[in-house]
């Protein structure tokens, strides 16, 4: 079992930053994959980004990149997505999430290919 507890939402001004965080904790050894997602309001869930266990390679969806940032710590046991200019659209509960297909299997936007997944935490940006 692997255990991931997100943190560091709240609300925010369009054009702001914040910084949310993923701990995990459990049988991560089996991992390969960390991602984050998230879901508006009656909206269906979509991937935001995706990094491997290691930390040397990343993936965004088209969204977000350029604006968000997903990073692996030191300790390899927190993921983190720090989130910039940040805009209205972006408000959605984010959950982070942790796979054990490798990598090179790719689909990393496919929410069914990952094992387990935290909580949420809510972003609202105010306009």
């Known amino acids: 079992q692997v255990q991931l507890v997100e943190s560091g939402g709240g609300l925010v001004q369009a054009g702001g930053s914040l910084r949310l965080s993923c701990a995990t904790s459990?049988?991560?050894?089996?991992?390969?994959?960390m991602g984050w997602f998230r879901q508006a309001p009656g909206k269906e869930r979509e991937f935001v980004a995706a990094?491997?266990?290691?930390?040397?390679?990343?993936y965004y969806a088209d969204s977000v990149k350029g604006r968000f940032s997903i990073s692996r710590g030191n300790a390899r046991n927190t993921g983190y997505l720090q989130m910039n200019s940040l805009k209205p659209e972006d408000t959605a509960v984010y959950y982070c999430?942790?796979?054990?297909?490798?990598?090179?299997?790719?689909?990393?936007?496919?929410?069914?290919?990952?094992?387990?997944w935290g909580q949420g935490t809510q972003v609202t940006v105010s306009s």
């Open positions: 459990g049988h991560t050894f089996s991992m390969s994959v």
């Open positions: 990094i491997n266990w290691s930390g040397d390679n990343t």
């Open positions: 999430a942790a796979r054990r297909l490798p990598w090179g299997s790719t689909r990393y936007h496919d929410s069914g290919t990952y094992d387990y």
